[in-house]
């Protein structure tokens, strides 16, 4: 006899399925098996069957409920499973062979287990513990608390198997094996990107480009419209590189001895995924070149779910819970002055250490602290933790939430009461308010910060190392081009090259964003660029695939995150006619302040990243900012005087 949860509340004897009438002792009974072998509350019990509407004699119609269970199993031939009532609730005894999602459970531990060098034996374990599922889940269980809580999180447990199921086949070279599983699952979970890349793979290894190729343009259509979102970053690399026509072989399975390897599996593309729960990142250097750069390093899907976090980071040297940051250029200083306080730290001890990095939007922030924290990632055995601080639509993340997801993520990373020790990368902070909840950091102490503002308020209260960014010099700027673009290119046309670096104005995002465009159009000559750039430099640093990916785009965001009052005084200040350097004396006449309060009004967007340097040498404003600031005053009336 055996019970199946797996599709419709059934009891099952040999060939022999009862699907179980929608009734409340079938509530009851879905609920106890979902717990299984657990002690069940009362309380729960009578929100799973009654939900908010519960009886006043709840308690008393729960236990005629169970009595009403008791009584219909073994009509159905279920004698040995009894339903104990026990301090506190109830429970009912299963195993792997009497409870469906016992069997499905066990069969995923087991597949994590096998040896890495097995795939085929953990493909297989993992296609037995699938073919459990047999339908709807719960179809004819009549409980609106199970279907909101429990069926989503269910549902959950199977994509994942079904993910690395298809991880493994097509590892294996099984591309048309994989096809029929990935066409259903992605028309069921539209939203779900990772499907999509392994489709788009299979179709492509199968000799289906333009088949692939519309997949992508069916996923970006769904995302842009249902979601409101741009497709990550890993599927605009795949589709890069399937336009490419790229031949990427990933590692194969590995071997643990002579003769027990794998024959080859045939070509695969390998794409880097993001971390779970990531979320947006500043738009920083590394974030166009997402788009359009060298080859990303193998992604190690070949590994075991257990072992893919020490398997990546050996082939890459990334440590878990950052994307790669690819072609990272410059930062010299700051990197090694990173580098040596977090490793120290992490063997010596002492006080945590707190790094600020702040500056300009897009100037890098980001992208230097996950640099640094996969250079450190040996001394963080619990790897980076990034917790976005800024909300999709630009917001700033409520500190309480990001408590909370913090919270949720350190108790994932946990080890009963022996937390490995982890670099908190907070991103994209808004103000010391929001930040100052989260520090200390918990077990391993390090913190990093990225801000546009100055935060001098969080150094005040927490001490801690700050950098503040600026653009490049001109060989950061060049060398950025070459590891990118690639050096023989660049070096066939130097001259145009730094002229390319000097309408970005030395700017990383630009220089990003012009990369990603010269890459997709290799025989576009330098020169040419660097003439076509020049003529709308604002205008022309954006991407017509990820309208987040503008400089117009990130500066007008930051903007947006102003006091109204400061964004109109720095419009204003673009239009003065020596923007580029100029005094708090020389500004007030046109922000119709005296001296004082116009120095005020200076160091607030200094502070915001939207100006550089200041007293007592003058201020200055990117060439960047000044035409976006020009631009922006043309399109906007001010209604208030600063």
Not at 373 to 397: C, E, F, I, K, S
Request: aromatic share 4%; charged share 25%.
């Amino acid at each position: 006899m055996r019970f199946q949860l797996l599709g419709p509340l059934s009891v099952t004897d040999g060939a022999d399925a009862v699907v179980l009438p929608p009734s409340k002792p079938t509530i009851l009974l879905a609920v106890l098996l979902l717990h299984a072998n657990s002690v069940v509350s009362a309380e729960h019990l009578q929100r799973a069957v009654w939900g908010e509407a519960r009886p006043a004699t709840a308690k008393a119609a729960l236990q005629t409920c169970v009595l009403r269970l008791r009584r219909l199993l073994p009509r159905h031939g279920v004698t040995e499973t009894p339903i104990e009532a026990v301090p506190g609730g109830y429970r009912i005894t299963a195993g792997p062979q009497t409870l469906d999602l016992l069997g499905f459970r066990a069969a995923v531990r087991r597949a994590a287990a096998v040896p890495a060098h097995a795939p085929e034996t953990e493909l297989s374990t993992l296609k037995e513990g699938l073919s459990l599922w047999q339908g709807p889940l719960l179809a004819n269980v009549r409980s609106d608390t199970l279907h909101r809580d429990e069926v989503p999180r269910l549902a959950e447990e199977r994509l994942r198997a079904v993910e690395r199921a298809c991880d493994l086949e097509l590892a294996l070279g099984r591309c048309g094996e994989a096809l029929a599983e990935l066409w259903a699952v992605t028309r069921a979970h539209p939203g779900h990107e990772r499907f999509h890349e392994q489709l788009m793979e299979a179709l492509y290894r199968t000799g289906r480009q333009a088949e692939a190729l519309a997949e992508y343009r069916r996923v970006k259509q769904y995302l842009r419209e249902e979601l409101g979102v741009d497709p990550s970053p890993t599927l605009r690399r795949l589709e890069l590189a399937i336009l490419r026509g790229e031949d990427l072989r990933g590692e194969e399975p590995a071997a643990s001895g002579p003769g027990r390897g794998h024959p080859p599996a045939g070509p695969v593309i390998r794409v880097d995924r993001e971390s779970p729960g990531a979320g947006p990142a500043e738009p920083g250097p590394a974030a166009p070149a997402a788009l359009a750069a060298a080859p990303p390093p193998p992604a190690a899907l070949t590994a075991r779910p257990a072992d893919r976090r020490s398997a990546t980071a050996a082939a890459t040297s990334e440590p878990p819970g950052t994307p790669a940051v690819p072609s990272f250029t410059g930062r010299a200083a700051e990197v090694g002055t990173m580098r040596e306080s977090l490793a120290r730290y992490a063997e010596h001890g002492g006080e945590p250490p707190l790094i600020l990095l702040c500056g300009a939007p897009g100037i890098g922030k980001s992208a230097l602290a996950r640099h640094v924290a996969q250079l450190v990632g040996a001394a963080y055995p619990g790897g980076p933790l990034l917790l976005p601080m800024t909300n999709p639509d630009g917001a700033p993340r409520e500190p309480a939430d990001a408590a909370a997801a913090l919270a949720t993520r350190l108790r994932e990373r946990g080890d009963g009461g022996n937390r490995e020790r982890t670099l908190l990368i907070l991103d994209d902070v808004a103000d010391a308010a929001q930040v100052r909840p989260l520090l200390p950091a918990g077990a391993g102490g390090a913190a990093v910060v990225t801000s546009r503002m100055g935060l001098a308020g969080l150094v005040a209260t927490h001490g801690g190392r700050v950098h503040r960014l600026s653009v490049f010099d001109e060989d950061e700027s060049y060398r950025l081009l070459c590891a990118v673009l690639g050096t023989g290119r660049v070096e066939a046309e130097p001259e145009a090259a730094r002229r390319l670096a000097a309408v970005c104005g030395h700017h990383p995002l630009a220089l990003r964003i012009l990369t990603a465009r010269l890459l997709t159009r290799p025989g576009l000559r330098l020169t040419d660029a660097a003439g076509w750039l020049a003529g709308d430099p604002l205008g022309r640093l954006s991407l017509a695939d990820s309208p987040g990916m503008s400089v117009p785009e990130v500066f007008g965001g930051a903007l947006d995150r102003l006091d109204p009052r400061l964004a109109e005084a720095f419009l204003r200040l673009g239009a003065l006619p020596g923007a580029a350097a100029f005094r708090a004396a020389d500004s007030a006449p046109a922000l119709g302040m005296d001296g004082a309060e116009a120095e005020a009004v200076l160091e607030r967007l200094a502070d915001a990243g939207l100006l550089e340097e200041g007293p007592p040498g003058p201020y200055r404003m990117h060439p960047l900012l000044q035409l976006y600031a020009r631009a922006a005053a043309t399109r906007t009336r001010p209604t208030e005087k600063v």
